[in-house]
C-alpha cells in the first residue's frame, strides 16, 4: 500500500502564511508527480499546484506569484509553502501522488485525507 500523510494546515490571519508537507510511504518504486489540490465550501475540487520529478511545476491562476511548490524527491516529499493567504483560499487541501509501484507497472493516483486551510478575514 502507499500512503500520504500531510501536514500544516490550519487558521491564519489573511496576510499570512502556510507551508502544507505530504510526504508518500510504502510499496513504492517512484513517484511521476505530486499535487496538492483543494475543495472549498460549494465548490468542486481544483487542482492548486503540481510538480513532476523532473521539478515542471503548474499553478492555478488564483494562487500564481503568492504558493510555491517544490519537491524533496529523496525523502517523498511535496510542499507548498502558501503567502499573502486570503479569505478565498480556505478550502481542505488535498495532496495526490502518482505512484509507479514496481518496475514493470504503470502509474497509479493516491489521496490524503486533506488537511483544512482557514484564512480569516
Known amino acids: 500500500q502507499v500512503q500520504l500523510v500531510e501536514s500544516g494546515g490550519g487558521l491564519v490571519q489573511a496576510g499570512g502564511s502556510l507551508r502544507l508537507s505530504c510526504a508518500a510511504a510504502?510499496?513504492?518504486?517512484?513517484?511521476?508527480?505530486m499535487g496538492w489540490y483543494r475543495r472549498a465550501p460549494g465548490k468542486q475540487r481544483e487542482l492548486v499546484a503540481a510538480?513532476?520529478?523532473?521539478?515542471?511545476?503548474n499553478y492555478a491562476d488564483s494562487v500564481k506569484g503568492r504558493f510555491t511548490i517544490s519537491r524533496d524527491n529523496a525523502k517523498n516529499t511535496v510542499y507548498l509553502q502558501m503567502n499573502s493567504l486570503k479569505p478565498e483560499d480556505t478550502a481542505v487541501y488535498y495532496c495526490?501522488?502518482?505512484?509507479?509501484?514496481?518496475?514493470?507497472?504503470?502509474?497509479?493516483?493516491?489521496w490524503g485525507q486533506g488537511t483544512q486551510v482557514t484564512v480569516s478575514s
Open positions: 495526490n501522488a502518482d505512484v509507479v509501484r514496481s518496475v514493470v507497472a504503470g502509474s497509479s493516483g493516491y
Open positions: 510504502g510499496s513504492i518504486f517512484s513517484i511521476r508527480a
Open positions: 510538480i513532476t520529478s523532473g521539478g515542471s511545476t
